[in-house]
């Protein structure tokens, strides 16, 4: 039920209406009405759609009342599975699932908020660049917040890699770590804008062969109907592509 409908009930009840007449009106069961009849429900507490409990601050952000992973953004089970509390919202917004390929976008930059007025759904570009453009990017960017490092060395970095020179003579150049180097030239840190990076399978990196949307379009196909070998075919790749893109093998950002 909403804070909506909880504060309801208390009003009601105490302008007279009996506990048995609310259960049936509301659905639940009389302890049920008991229970919230009990409930100290603070002021600023409020109900998002669909259905999120949420705390309002002085700054009009919504803090998100329930479980959150590890960079503070909310999460909800559903059929099973995690999904996302912000994308959720949005959808509610919006009046429609944004797709993966997209994000949930916030305007105050405060991830667990889940107002409605502080969502936008962009590309993982306009993410980045709103990102860069308020100064979020340094510590995704650097691995250490005393980095050593700044874009004109990486951009240096990937050219001496690429000509072949051995990650441990640069980690010493530089004066980093051998790993810092080794995400550097895999691009798991320090990631141009926008940009669709090799994956990780079986202990080295793929360079893609689809992009993006062109994996999103395989997945949609493979949902309407169309076979495996027919999609491999038209692509010129092979079934097990193909098929790692629908099993979520490879470009899970889709």
Known sequence: MSIQQLREIQTKYLSGTVKNHLAREYGVQHETITKILQTNIPDNFTTVYPRFLGEIQDNDCIIFQGAKDGAGYGRYFKNGKSKSVTRAVLAEKLGYEIPTSMDACHTCDTPSCINPEHLWAGTRSENALDA???????????????????????????????????????????????????????????????????????????????????????????????????????????????????????????
């Open 132 to 254: 860069s453009k308020k100064g979020r990017t340094q510590g995704k960017s650097h691995p250490l917040s005393n980095a050593k490092l700044d874009w004109e060395k990486v951009r240096e970095i990937r050219q001496k890699l690429a000509a072949g020179e051995r990650m441990k003579d640069l980690a010493e150049a530089y004066s980093v770590n051998p790993i810092t180097i080794h995400n550097i030239k895999y691009h798991l840190t320090w990631k141009e804008a926008g940009e669709e990076v090799p994956i990780r399978r079986m202990g080295g990196y793929l360079d893609r062969k689809l992009t993006f949307a062109q994996a999103e379009d395989v997945r949609e196909r493979i949902k309407a109907g169309e076979s495996i070998p027919k999609i491999a075919l038209e692509f010129g790749l092979s079934r097990s592509v193909i098929h790692d893109i629908k099993n979520n093998v490879t470009y899970k950002g889709v």
